[in-house]
């Protein structure tokens, strides 16, 4: 299960440290451990739709980098879902070629895929309906520099 506020992967709390008044009433119990995180040591209860909401790869953005004041407004987290935790060369307008990984589009919420279209229309002056449309066939490029990658369910990917 992922962390709702940083999108690490928590830690399962062992299930005898649990001491629940009802024990016939297991739930699993999840706590963010990332130093970082708003969030971190809050114990969390596991609904059992975490998981497969969740991407098994999250870019995390140096927060030194110019652009982690975007993300924290567009997704409004300093992580976002990637679809492969393996950086390719793209070529970018403006910079070359450099790595980049590809965010998952479809992990996004209704919000943050507005905010997106709205940021990237701005910021490269291209109208929001072509941004948009521009998502779905060709995905959003992530620059791999500065950028940390975390894989969840690491037991899925031996
Ligand atoms: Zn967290």
């Given at each position: 299960?992922?962390?709702?506020?940083?999108?690490?992967?928590m830690t399962?709390?062992?299930?005898?440290?649990?001491?629940?008044?009802?024990?016939s009433?297991?739930i699993?119990?999840?706590?963010?451990?990332?130093?970082?995180?708003s969030?971190?040591?809050?114990?969390?209860?596991?609904?059992?739709?975490?998981?497969?909401?969740?991407?098994?790869?999250?870019?995390?953005?140096?927060?030194?980098?110019?652009?982690?004041?975007?993300?924290?407004?567009?997704?409004?987290?300093?992580?976002?879902?990637?679809?492969?935790p393996i950086?390719?060369l793209?070529?970018?307008?403006?910079?070359?070629?450099?790595?980049?990984?590809?965010?998952?589009?479809?992990?996004?919420?209704?919000?943050?895929?507005?905010r997106?279209v709205?940021?990237?229309?701005?910021?490269?002056?291209?109208p929001?309906?072509?941004?948009?449309?521009?998502l779905?066939?060709?995905?959003?490029?992530?620059?791999a520099?500065?950028?940390?990658?975390?894989?969840?369910?690491?037991?899925?990917?031996?």
């Amino acid at each position: 299960m992922n962390c709702n506020e940083c999108h690490s992967p928590m830690t399962q709390l062992d299930p005898r440290e649990i001491t629940d008044p009802q024990p016939s009433r297991f739930i699993p119990r999840w706590r963010c451990d990332e130093k970082e995180c708003s969030r971190q040591g809050e114990v969390v209860e596991d609904d059992g739709r975490g998981e497969t909401a969740v991407s098994d790869f999250t870019a995390h953005i140096n927060g030194d980098d110019e652009r982690a004041a975007a993300w924290q407004i567009v997704f409004d987290s300093a992580a976002v879902p990637l679809r492969s935790p393996i950086p390719h060369l793209a070529r970018l307008p403006g910079r070359g070629e450099e790595l980049v990984y590809l965010l998952d589009i479809e992990a996004l919420t209704a919000e943050q895929r507005g905010r997106l279209v709205t940021h990237i229309a701005n910021k490269f002056n291209i109208p929001a309906e072509e941004v948009d449309a521009d998502l779905d066939t060709h995905g959003c490029p992530i620059l791999a520099e500065h950028v940390t990658v975390s894989i969840a369910n690491p037991w899925r990917w031996l």
